[in-house]
C-alpha cells in the first residue's frame, strides 16, 4: 500500500510539475504576444507622425518655403478678423460717420495706393468719401482720356461721379520734375472742404509713396494746411491722415509684410484685448495715431477692377505692381499732429 502510494506521489508530482510548466510556456508565449501587440499597436498610432517627420526631413528646403508663406496668410486672416478692434481704428470712426476728402496727385492714385482706405472706411464705417485729383494725368499728352479713365475707377470704388473730381489748371499740370506751389494747392482744397462739408483728410505723406515730386507736394500742402491755422480757415476739419511711406523692398512684399506690421501693432492688440482684466498703461500708452487697414480678398479684387478702368496706364510693371505691392492689401495712416514742427 506505501509503494502504491509512494509511485502515485510520484505521478502526481511529475503531472503539476509537467502541468505548471507548459502554463509558464503558454504565459511566457502570451505575454510575449502582447507585448508584440502592444509595440505594434504604438508603431500603427505613430506612423502618421513617423511619416510626416521623414517628409519633413527629406523635403527640408519645401517645408521652409511652406511655412513661410502659410504664416502670414494666417496673420492677414488673423488681422481681418480683428479689423473692427480699437487696436487698429480709432474710437471716432466708430461712433461717428466722417466725410472724408481724399487728395490725390494723378488719376489711378487712388486704386493702386488707396484702396484699402476707400473700401475698409466706406463699407465698415460708412464714412462719405470724397477724391480730388490735382492733375489729368497729362504728362504724355493722354488727360482727356485718363479723366473719362478716373470716372470708371470711382465706380468701381463706389465714388459717386459728383464727388470725383480731376482737375486741369495750368500751374498744376503732371511733371515728375515741377514741384506744385503749396499756395496754389491749399485754396483748392479749402474750396471742396466748404463745397463737400469735409471733417477729415487723406493723402501722401512726405515721400510720397513712389517719391513722385506731385506727391510730395500734394502732401506738404495737406500738412501746411492742418497746421497753419491762418491758411486753414475751415474749423470743420476735425482730423488729418497721411499714408506711411516704406522701404521699396517692404513696398513690394506683398502679403509677407504682415509679419512687421503684426509685431508693430502687437503692444496695441494687448491693450485692447486685455484692457478689461489688466490696467491698460501697464502694457502701452493709449495711441490714436495710426490706422490699419486691410482689405480683405473681395475688397482686392474691387480694386484691380478699379485699376482695369484705366486702360492706358496698363503695363507689365503695373502687373506687377498689383500682385507684389502691399498698398493693394494695407493702408497705414498716420495722423497729422497740428502742432507739428
Known amino acids: ?36 501587440y ?18 519633413i526631413c527629406t523635403h527640408k528646403l519645401l517645408f ?46 487712388e486704386c493702386l495706393f488707396f484702396s484699402p482706405t476707400i473700401h475698409v472706411l466706406q463699407k465698415q464705417y460708412h464714412v462719405n ?29 463706389n465714388i459717386p461721379k459728383e464727388r470725383c473730381i480731376s482737375l486741369d489748371l495750368p500751374n498744376i499740370q503732371d511733371n515728375p520734375k515741377v514741384w506744385w506751389s503749396e499756395q496754389q ?22 515721400k510720397g509713396i513712389s517719391g513722385h515730386i506731385n506727391h510730395r507736394a500734394v502732401a506738404s500742402a495737406v500738412r501746411l494746411l492742418t497746421k497753419n491755422t491762418t491758411t486753414n480757415n475751415n474749423t470743420m476739419i476735425k482730423m488729418s491722415y497721411e499714408l506711411k511711406s516704406v522701404s521699396i523692398l517692404r513696398k513690394y512684399s506683398s502679403l509677407f509684410d504682415f509679419y512687421l506690421i503684426f509685431i508693430s501693432f502687437i503692444p496695441r492688440l494687448l491693450r485692447s484685448l486685455l484692457s478689461y482684466s489688466i490696467p491698460c498703461n ?28 484705366h486702360k492706358s496706364q496698363h503695363s507689365w510693371d503695373r502687373y506687377i505692381y498689383l500682385i507684389a505691392s502691399r498698398y493693394m492689401f494695407i493702408n497705414e495712416l498716420i495722423y497729422i499732429d497740428k502742432n507739428f514742427s
Open 185 to 206: 494747392l491749399i485754396p483748392l482744397i479749402n474750396q471742396y472742404i466748404d463745397k463737400w462739408s469735409i471733417d477729415i483728410l487723406v493723402s501722401f505723406d512726405s
Open 282 to 309: 501697464l502694457i502701452s500708452s493709449p495711441d490714436l495715431s495710426r490706422i490699419l487697414l486691410i482689405n480683405t480678398p473681395n475688397d482686392y479684387i474691387m480694386s484691380r477692377n478699379a485699376f482695369a478702368s
Open 1 to 36: 500500500m506505501n509503494i502504491i502510494r509512494k509511485h502515485f506521489k510520484k505521478f502526481w508530482y511529475n503531472e503539476q510539475k509537467y502541468f505548471n510548466h507548459q502554463l509558464d510556456e503558454i504565459s511566457e508565449a502570451l505575454l510575449l504576444d502582447t507585448s508584440e
Open 129 to 157: 468719401l470724397s477724391l480730388l485729383v490735382f492733375s489729368r494725368g497729362n504728362h504724355a499728352g493722354l488727360g482727356y482720356i485718363r479723366a473719362i479713365e478716373l470716372f470708371g475707377s470711382c465706380q468701381a470704388l
Open 38 to 55: 502592444k509595440r505594434t499597436y504604438r508603431l500603427s498610432n505613430s506612423r502618421p507622425f513617423i511619416r510626416l517627420y521623414h517628409c
Open 64 to 109: 521652409i518655403i511652406i511655412m513661410f508663406v502659410s504664416i502670414p496668410m494666417i496673420i492677414y486672416l488673423f488681422l481681418l478678423i480683428l479689423s473692427k478692434n480699437q487696436a487698429f481704428i480709432p474710437i471716432q470712426f466708430q461712433q461717428n460717420r466722417y466725410r472724408l476728402l481724399l487728395t490725390v496727385a494723378h488719376p489711378d492714385d
